[in-house]
T-cell receptor
Framework: GQSLEQPSEVTAVEGAIVQINCTYQTSGFYGLSWYQQHDGGAPTFLSYNALDGLEETGRFSSFLSRSDSYGYLLLQELQMKDSASYFCAGAPGNQGGKLIFGQGTELSVKP | DTGVSQDPRHKITKRGQNVTFRCDPISEHNRLYWYRQTLGQGPEFLTYFQNEAQLEKSRLLSDRFSAERPKGSFSTLEIQRTEQGDSAMYLC???????????????FGPGTRLTVT
C-alpha cells in the first residue's frame, strides 16, 4: 500500500529549530514533497526531494532517505507565522502526477 | 497570472441534489488535479488531467463523481445525488509538465467548501 505517517502535532518556541518526520510505506514512491497549510488556506509547496540527501530553501530544509523510506522537514529560526499544518506527500509516478498526502503535522509556535 | 481559482468558494446543498464546481488553473499549466480534504486530514487525490485527457481517477471515487476538462483549460467536478459524507473541501491544483524539468510543485486553489445537509 501507499501511506505516509507523520506526528499529529508539534510545539516549539520562537527562534527554535523543529524537525517534522515522515515515514512511508510504499511499493514505489518517486520523491517526497512538503506542503504548508494555514488554517482556512490552500496548501502551498515548500520543497521536493527527488534524490537522497538534503535540500535547503532559506529557513526550511528537507531530507530524504529512500532506502529508509524516511524524510523530514527542518524549520529553523521559527517565527509565529510558521504555525500551520505541514504535510509530506509522495509521488507514486516517476513523472509527477498525483500526490499521496500524509495526515499532516500541526505546528504551534509559542512566543 | 492570479493563480488557481475556484468557484464557488462555498456551497450548501441538500442531500440528493447535484452540484458542480469549477476550477481555472494557472494558464500555462497543462496538468490539473482534484483533491478532497476533510478536517484534520491531508488532501485525498480524486483525479487528474494532462491537457484534456483524464489520466487517472481514484478507485475510491464513486460513480457519482465526474470531472471534465473539455478544452484543456478550466475543469469542472460534478457530484450527483450528494450525500452527507461528501461534505468536504474540494481542492483544485495545477502544475507544469514533468518533462520540462519542473512539475513537482502543485499550485493549489482556495478550494470549494461543500456542505451537504
Amino acid at each position: 500500500g501507499q501511506s505516509l505517517e507523520q506526528p499529529s502535532e508539534v510545539t516549539a518556541v520562537e527562534g527554535a529549530i523543529v524537525q517534522i518526520n515522515c515515514t512511508y510505506q510504499t511499493s514505489g514512491f518517486y520523491g517526497l514533497s512538503w506542503y504548508q497549510q494555514h488554517d482556512g488556506g490552500a496548501p502551498t509547496f515548500l520543497s521536493y526531494n527527488a534524490l537522497d540527501g538534503l535540500e535547503e530553501t532559506g529557513r526550511f530544509s528537507s531530507f530524504l532517505s529512500r532506502s529508509d523510506s524516511y524524510g523530514y522537514l527542518l524549520l529553523q529560526e521559527l517565527q509565529m507565522k510558521d504555525s500551520a499544518s505541514y504535510f509530506c506527500a509522495g509521488a507514486p509516478g516517476n513523472q509527477g502526477g498525483k500526490l499521496i498526502f500524509g495526515q499532516g503535522t500541526e505546528l504551534s509556535v509559542k512566543p | 497570472d492570479t493563480g488557481v481559482s475556484q468557484d464557488p468558494r462555498h456551497k450548501i446543498t441538500k442531500r440528493g441534489q447535484n452540484v458542480t464546481f469549477r476550477c481555472d488553473p494557472i494558464s500555462e499549466h497543462n496538468r490539473l488535479y482534484w483533491y478532497r480534504q476533510t478536517l484534520g486530514q491531508g488532501p485525498e487525490f480524486l483525479t487528474y488531467f494532462q491537457n484534456e485527457a483524464q489520466l487517472e481517477k481514484s478507485r475510491l471515487l464513486s460513480d457519482r463523481f465526474s470531472a471534465e476538462r473539455p478544452k484543456g483549460s478550466f475543469s469542472t467536478l460534478e457530484i450527483q445525488r450528494t450525500e452527507q459524507g461528501d461534505s468536504a473541501m474540494y481542492l483544485c491544483a495545477s502544475s507544469d509538465d514533468w518533462d520540462r524539468g519542473v512539475g513537482a510543485e502543485q499550485y493549489f486553489g482556495p478550494g470549494t467548501r461543500l456542505t451537504v445537509t
